[in-house]
């Protein structure tokens, strides 16, 4: 329900390279990993979040591929070729439950919804019907292709990705990160409890005396850490905020989450201090 603006700053080109520079022989320097990362810091134009997120998790994936092999995914022929696959899986889901999609999306109202885990779904607050139905395809369709049981962040990341790319991209964003979990996110009730207890040794070796203070506010106990590694601080941050970070996350992977998890307790922390102080 969100309109995204259509502007392209000039350090970032709208049309393949998308990142690229001229030295001072005027020779063009083409986008390299370090340049990226760079860029990501200032976060990527929303015109072109879709495109260089899809291809930031294909190179996390697949790191000895070509970079050309990356990039293709930021084409208009590989948006129609996902948009095509999605639309085929979807057709065969609804054929096993009733009329074709697109003539009747009560097809989709007698599904429930998969959770992955979860007691409830994440869904920003101007999502639409149409929107939360979205959701609820990509959802589903996750669930035929991977058949997870547990993966609490997954319906956090497809809302949110859905807040700017289509069903398809999202889809296939979360279906690659699939190939690469250990990376993105945890599988399991025990793979999750490990995130949650490696982050919380982090945070005891780093900041001592504001684990210390966490640990009496039970703020490092798993349930705890769900603002983090359940809900992708989707829970405790605007949502622009989230998308920012998912610029770098799609790239960098759980690394993030750690960073950007002990900046935000740190400075809850300090906060918090200066509250009783005053």
Known sequence: GTEISQTTPETWNDHPPLLASVDRRGNVVLETERLLKGMLRFGIPPV???????????????????????????TLAKARALDSAYESLLSRMSTTHGDKRTEDVAV?????????????????????????????????????????????MVPVLASVLLSYMAESYAFCCIREMMHFTSFFFPISRIEHAAWCGAFRAIMHK?????????????????????????????????????????????????????????????????????????
């Open 206 to 278: 780093l900041h001592p005396q504001t684990a210390e203070y966490l640990e009496d506010r039970g703020v490092l106990d798993v349930d705890g850490l769900d603002p983090i590694f359940q809900d992708l601080f989707a829970s405790i941050l605007p949502l622009q905020y989230v998308q920012r970070i998912f610029d770098i996350y799609t790239l960098e992977g759980y690394k993030v989450l750690f960073r950007f998890g002990l900046a935000i307790l740190v400075l809850y922390k300090k906060e918090s201090s200066e509250q009783l102080v005053v």
């Open 108 to 152: 989709w109202d007698t599904m429930d919804t998969p959770l992955f885990g979860r007691e409830s779904l994440w869904i920003p607050d101007d999502a639409t019907e149409q929107g939360k139905r979205g959701l609820k395809r990509v959802l589903l369709a996750l669930q035929q292709m991977l058949g997870l049981d547990f993966a609490t």
């Open 48 to 74: 072109l979040r879709c495109a260089v997120q899809l291809s930031n998790v294909i190179e996390a994936v697949y790191p000895h591929q070509d970079p050309d092999y990356w990039h293709e995914y930021r």
